[in-house]
């Protein structure tokens, strides 16, 4: 029975052991080094969308890596698949980490204006059924310079359907300007009386 007590003891003496050198404080100079780092990081995060972070990385990493090199600071850009996580930026000079979230931003900023003015939309018009042929001309001879010098569609709905409604498909700029040319021909002429 002794043996055993004996036994047990030693054991909780090499537990004991093992968490103090677990926690076995750091030296003195090791922790002024991390206060130093803690304190004089500067953090900032940007919100964007998950589908813009391959902006900020860049391919193969490239954009990413010269933001940090230029800007002496360190990008944290969440996981694909991640929500609602922003990109973190961190450094130890305020100014280089808020020009480096100004880059970022901007960057972001370029992307969903290239992207907004690259992606085809599509607007609906009311014009009154009874113009429709006006509007489209002999032969589509009205509508045809539109569509081809703004690189549009407009589609009229058939004969037998009762729909107002005229659509325009392509870039927002020029679906716009084919509003405005729409319209002015629907301008031309004589309120229809029904």
Not at 22 to 35: E, F, Q, V
Not at 42 to 50: F, I, L, R
Not at 143 to 149: F, L, S, Y
Request: net charge positive; glycine share 6%.
């Amino acid at each position: 029975m002794s043996s055993r007590i004996n036994n047990n003891l030693r054991e909780r003496r090499q537990v004991m052991k093992v968490n103090q050198e677990r926690s076995r404080p750091l030296p003195p100079s090791m922790t002024r080094m991390r206060a130093q780092w803690v304190e004089e990081t500067v953090s900032e995060t940007v919100k964007a969308d998950n589908c813009l972070f391959g902006v900020i990385i860049g391919p193969g990493g490239s954009t990413i890596k010269e933001l940090q090199v230029k800007y002496n600071i360190r990008v944290l850009v969440p996981r694909k698949g991640s929500k609602d996580e922003p990109i973190t930026v961190q450094g130890k000079d305020k100014t280089l980490v808020k020009n480096a979230v100004l880059r970022i931003k901007a960057l972001i900023a370029e992307e969903k204006e290239r992207r907004r003015v690259t992606t085809p939309v599509s607007q609906t018009l009311c014009i009154p059924k009874a113009l429709h042929g006006k509007v489209i001309g002999l032969q589509g001879q009205n509508i045809r310079p539109i569509t081809q010098a703004l690189k549009i569609k407009i589609q009229f709905p058939n004969k037998n359907d009762n729909s107002d409604e005229v659509t325009l498909t392509g870039l927002p700029d020029q679906v716009d300007q084919g509003i405005s040319r729409l319209l002015n021909l629907v301008t031309r002429f004589p309120p229809c009386r029904a």
